[in-house]
């Protein structure tokens, strides 16, 4: 994982169970509770642990076209890095595919370490520093989705994640980019979305990107500290892409990671 930081094991029939046992060998899992989050536990289809990427309601029927679940999921699309809008943001997230539709629906990702080699002198040192403000609100609001209730906005305040961070074990630099950035510390937010933007676009380049063709049964995992991803839109929504997500818990927020961290 440190040094791939994607690993794909094609074709495994696993239960959530086996999902679970073999993510917590790697970690803790991630135990957020957002307090009245977009789907209440008791509209969950899947049990404690596993989070629910799917297309599909508690009844296992395909969630409607304007379903406001369903705008949240689209935001998917936008390139990130998971619960980069927490405090301490994700380790790993391991997705196992059940069920795909037969068009599209792919899942990219980019190579964040390699994407920070390949910028100039003059952005790494303009960026070294930088501390972004992150919160789903954003990454909503992006694809135009703003109908938070106030215990959702209250649940999602903004928080802070450093530009670029080092990962704990190979000491390497990466852009920690994500959909969910909103805004620089001490710029102004016009100027902070077209920077964040333009380097996205630098960082999401086809020289940086792998793209999952997924088959039924594949178990991806990656390493939320070294890649953004994002998933594909899928040709017919009338079918349905039932994927699983088990999640670890990062070890400290990235904002206290030591400054002169050995290059
Ligand atoms: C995720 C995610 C992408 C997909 O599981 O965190 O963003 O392709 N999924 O479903
Ligand atoms: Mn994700």
Redesign the pocket.
């Known amino acids: 994982m440190d040094r791939y930081a994607v690993l794909v094991f094609r074709e495994q029939s696993i239960t959530d169970d086996e999902q679970l046992a073999f993510t917590r060998h790697f970690g803790e899992l991630e135990a957020y509770r957002t307090p009245g989050h977009v789907r209440p536990r008791s509209e969950q289809r899947l049990g404690p642990g596993m989070?629910d990427?799917s297309n599909l309601d508690k009844h296992g029927n395909i969630i409607a076209a304007d379903d406001r679940v369903w705008f949240f999921k689209l935001a998917?699309?936008l390139w990130?890095s998971?619960s980069s809008f927490r405090p301490v943001p994700a380790k790993y997230?391991l997705?196992s595919a059940r069920v795909l539709p037969s068009w599209g629906?792919?899942?990219d990702f980019a190579d964040m370490r390699a994407a920070y080699d390949a910028l100039d002198t003059r952005t790494k040192a303009e960026i070294e520093d930088l501390v972004c403000l992150h919160s789903l609100i954003y990454s909503r609001q992006a694809i135009g989705f703003g109908d938070l209730s106030p215990e959702e906005m209250a649940a999602f305040r903004p928080v802070r994640q450093r530009l670029v961070r080092t990962h704990p074990v190979t000491g390497r630099k990466s852009l920690f980019l994500s959909a969910h950035a909103g805004a620089i510390e001490g710029w102004a937010v016009p100027e902070a979305r077209m920077f964040l933007r333009d380097l996205t676009e630098h960082a999401t380049q086809r020289e940086f990107v792998y793209s999952?063709v997924?088959r039924p049964g594949d178990l991806v995992m990656w390493d939320n500290r070294q890649v953004m991803?994002?998933?594909?839109r899928f040709g017919d929504r009338n079918e349905i892409?039932d994927?699983r997500?088990t999640?670890l818990a990062g070890d400290a927020p990235t904002i206290e990671q030591a400054e002169d961290h050995a290059a």
Do not use: I, K, V
């Open positions: 989070a990427f998917d699309r990130h998971d997230s997705l629906g792919n899942t999952h997924w991803h994002r998933a594909r892409r994927m997500r999640t």
